[in-house]
Nanobody
Framework: VQLQASGGGLVQAGGSLRLSCAAS????????MAWFRQPPGKEREFVSV????????YYRDSVKGRFTISRDNAKNTVYLQMNSLKPEDTAVYYC??????????????????WGQGTLVTVSS
């Protein structure tokens, strides 16, 4: 599976961006999909996850109510809608595909395939 993340850019605080993660080489429908991010000078961290059916989603506390993950299995694409962006959301965002157990969905070691990352910069 090859994942291609896109949609990053420079935005002012309070603005919005929508990230996309398009897959090729295989269908995404059987995979749990996640977004992680790596802020400058920090380790990669979990952002959000959506199960293969699309019925269950989870978020890190700091983005709850602002970010929404969704998937369109027919288009083989996963999205991350980011609203009310804050400077602390600045990071390289990565999409990932895997089949993690429920208790480990936020662990990056559980994901097999990764996109190349897209940079999101939020100015104050």
């Amino acid at each position: 599976v090859q994942l291609q993340a896109s949609g990053g850019g420079l935005v002012q605080a309070g603005g919005s961006l929508r990230l996309s993660c398009a897959a090729s080489g295989s269908t995404l429908s059987s995979y749990t999909m996640a977004w992680f991010r790596q802020p400058p000078g920090k380790e990669r961290e979990f952002v959000s996850v959506i199960r293969s059916s699309g019925g269950s989603t989870y978020y890190r506390d700091s983005v709850k109510g602002r970010f929404t993950i969704s998937r369109d299995n027919a288009k083989n694409t996963v999205y991350l809608q980011m609203n009310s962006l804050k400077p602390e959301d600045t990071a390289v965002y990565y999409c990932a595909a895997g089949r993690p157990i429920m208790s480990a969905m936020s662990s990056d070691s559980m994901y097999y395939y990764w996109g190349q990352g897209t940079l999101v910069t939020v100015s104050s």
